[in-house]
């Protein structure tokens, strides 16, 4: 389905992932807490999105920030082999790393040029995003080609309401005709939707300034392959957001970033339910085993400051994973972590300290007993979108504030693919 959002029988959510398979990840990492990614719910992320877009319409998947902090590397792996035509990133660094790792596919920067980036841009055949020409023109013009001869690609952003990057509707002629006197390529015109998911009416309006004012240029042809071959310009606007929506899905290319991994661009209860709706399943976890537990008796304070006090004998247990991975601290007395084998929630209690949490059981846990620290759903108190409407933040800051102390385990065709150890990968 494309022009709305779309519903399907395969959105049911998938169940937490079993015990057996993260008690098999820890034993592999031989560590009390990890973070587990499912490949194969981005690969059917992908399929989603596909479902979304029209019949002609390409995706260039956004994968900055590590890949919204499920890993850039293993998340490409799986874009290109469901064949994703083009990949966008934030930064130059970001394009230049995965050209190191082979990566061969157009990558188109989002961010905003600079002139000291533009000698990596070209060395590497990166497309920069441009909202002026102070980068390019303060180059030798003979001197913006890449390796093989053919000349510099640029992506023109256009500012329709979003207020931060981009030209200017009024100055896109001036624009373009300073770029074709430059022999510069414009390979895409792009723009970025301001408002959530559940206002649609508002980048309605942005997406009407886009197609009048490019218009134009929709049917202009760049060269491609050092001179040798045309293509045609394209045209980009649906990120996340606008692929629920149905807005700009039939233009050139669709641009989901966070969808690929299954984070929804908003935590309010209307976005997350047409987000789900769709279909999309989060691919990232945290699961850990507790490393000591006890009975307390009443009165007993807890933690840093003593900020929670066992009200009877209770049973608490202690997790190994805190605010230097990437756990908020202000999840103190606040949040909660999900006991898979039950589903049942089992509250913070104290300080989440900077390597540890501990948390309040019913219950002795059972030997090899495995919990959601973030769980790939979304359960209002423990997925990403429920995090962040606690805590009152972005919903891509839950996956994306990781750092790699924790040890990550890749899940691919239903079984352990790629173990990545404790300190030794790169995000």
């Excluded at 902090?69 to 994703?84: A, K, N, W």
């Excluded at 807005?247 to 339910?273: K, N, Q, W």
Aim: net charge neutral; aromatic share 6%; charged share 20%.
């Amino acid at each position: 389905m494309t022009g709305g959002v779309c519903m399907r029988g395969e959105a049911q959510q998938k169940a937490a992932p079993s015990s057996a398979l993260a008690s098999q990840a820890l034993r592999q990492v031989r560590a009390p807490s990890c973070i587990l990614v499912n490949l194969d719910a981005v690969r059917h992320n992908v399929q989603v999105l596909r479902g979304l877009a029209g019949p002609n319409t390409g995706i260039m998947g956004v994968v900055k920030g590590s890949a919204y902090g499920s890993g850039l590397l293993p998340v490409v792996e799986v874009l290109l082999e469901e064949g994703v035509e083009e990949l966008s990133v934030a930064t130059v660094a970001e394009g230049v790393y995965l050209r190191r790792q082979g990566v061969t596919r157009p990558i188109t920067v989002l961010g905003n040029l600079l002139d000291c980036e533009v000698e990596d841009v070209l060395k590497h055949r990166l497309i920069p995003s441009i909202s002026w020409l102070c980068p390019l023109t303060a180059q030798p013009s003979h001197s913006l080609n890449y390796p093989d001869g053919s000349r510099l690609r640029v992506a023109v952003n256009l500012d329709t309401g979003m207020s931060r990057y981009g030209v200017q509707p009024q100055d896109l002629p001036a624009l373009v005709t300073t770029l074709d006197a430059l022999q510069v390529t414009i390979h895409s015109i792009y723009t970025h939707f301001q408002a959530a998911i559940d206002e649609p009416h508002k980048n309605k309006r942005q997406l009407d300034i886009f197609l009048e004012t490019t218009e134009p240029y929709k049917s202009m042809r760049v060269v491609t392959g050092g001179g040798n071959g045309c293509d045609p310009l394209t045209r980009h606007v649906a990120a996340t957001t606008g692929c629920v929506q149905g807005l700009g899905t039939d233009l050139d290319f669709i641009r989901p970033g966070g969808a690929i991994t299954g984070l929804c661009s908003g935590s309010d209860e209307e976005s997350v339910g047409l987000f789900a709706k769709c279909g999309f399943r989060p691919a990232l976890s945290v699961v850990a085993r507790p490393t000591f537990f006890k009975q307390l008796p009443s009165g007993r304070g807890i933690g840093y400051d003593a900020t929670y006090q066992t009200s009877c004998d209770e049973w608490i247990a202690n997790l190994t994973t805190g605010w230097s991975d990437g756990f908020s601290r202000r999840l103190s007395n606040k949040g909660a972590v999900k006991r898979v084998r039950t589903g049942e929630l089992c509250p913070i209690v104290g300080r989440v300290s900077m390597d540890s949490i501990t948390i309040r059981l019913p219950e002795p846990p059972a030997e090899d007993e495995v919990f959601q620290v973030i769980s790939d759903d979304f359960d209002e108190n423990t997925s990403a979108v429920g995090l962040s409407r606690i805590l009152e933040a972005a919903v891509y800051e839950m996956p994306g504030n990781w750092t790699t102390r924790l040890p990550r385990v890749y899940i691919k065709n239903s079984s352990i693919a790629k173990v990545y150890h404790s300190l030794d990968y790169t995000c």
